[in-house]
């Protein structure tokens, strides 16, 4: 077998990162050898490998926060996957490998007639959108959300769940080539960000209150979103696209009584209970398995050609995920 590994960490992320050969054991009891079918590069693989995100795991270590995998063996006293199933690899375990041995009571089994390039996709931006919509105020259908990076992979799964629960969204992007890719996910309204962006908004709405914004990109941009929401909603942050910190108007917080806060699904993982960790996870891929929810694919590599992969995935103004296929 072959996987990914650094043992180092350094500013040119695919220059840190190299495929080694390696070997597994049988699995023990309770363990499950799982081949995995897909695994995708996240902007939060390519901050641990250059040292700058949140969780940083010791060296030497093999990338990869999600992925999917079939289950080729099992050890002793396993009962709740078979050989032969489709099954979602546990975050953080380390996917950019041909195979991989994990606890089974970590697995959880997906619809099989799934594209699994899709499938190992479901960790972190899929349930990064469903919560942002979900959790952060009550929204009822016909509410209006504005989010800026629409065009970002959380961004296209916005879309998607905002149209799915009957949200009014405002798509806000940073450039005028981005704004067709957003509405080829059916997004109704796409505006190119900008100073009278809270102007354009309310022509939209109307005048009625936009009850939250959702920020990836920080800096200046927090603050337009701050203008476009109404009295007493909620901006919340989960990205810095920008690299600046978030900047918010006293005349906004003070006010207009617009709350700012931030959302980290790794924070939401390590506090939900098993039993909403499934229910969330099993309703995305629902929508996954249906067609509902999807992600474009720019480009799939082998482990063999980590290096190249990275590098794409770390380019700008990218088309879609890269997805590692061992």
Known sequence: MKRAQYAERGPVPQDVVEAVDAELPPPGPGQALVAVLAAPINPSDLLQLTGQYGILPPLPATPGNEGVGRVLALGPHVENVHVGQVVL????????????????????????????????????????????????VDLEPGDWVI???ANSAVGGYLVQIAKHRGLKLIN???RESAVAAVKELGAEYVLVDG???????????????????????????TERLAHCVGRGATVVN???????ACHASPADIIFRDVRLRGFWVSAWYGAATPQ???????????????????????????????????????????????????
């Open 89 to 136: 690899l546990p975050a953080g375990s380390g996917t950019w490998t041909t195979q991989m041995i994990a606890d089974a009571a970590s697995l959880l089994p997906l619809p099989s007639e799934a594209d699994p390039r899709q499938l190992s996709m479901l960790t972190v931006n899929p349930p990064t959108a469903w919560l942002l919509l979900t959790e952060i």
């Open 147 to 149: 989010q800026n990076a």
């Open 172 to 174: 806000v992007v940073r």
């Open 195 to 221: 100073e009278d962006l809270p102007r354009r908004v309310k022509e939209i709405t109307g005048g009625a209150k936009v009850a939250l914004g959702i920020d990836a990109v920080g800096g200046a941009a």
């Open 238 to 244: 989960y990205g810095a696209m920008s690299g600046e």
């Open 276 to 326: 909403r960790k499934i229910e969330v996870l099993g309703k995305i891929a629902q929508l996954i398995a249906s067609g509902e929810l999807s992600a474009k694919v720019q480009a799939t590599y082998p482990i063999e050609r980590i290096k190249e992969a990275v590098a794409a995935a770390a380019a700008g103004e990218r088309d879609g995920k890269i997805l590692l296929v061992p």
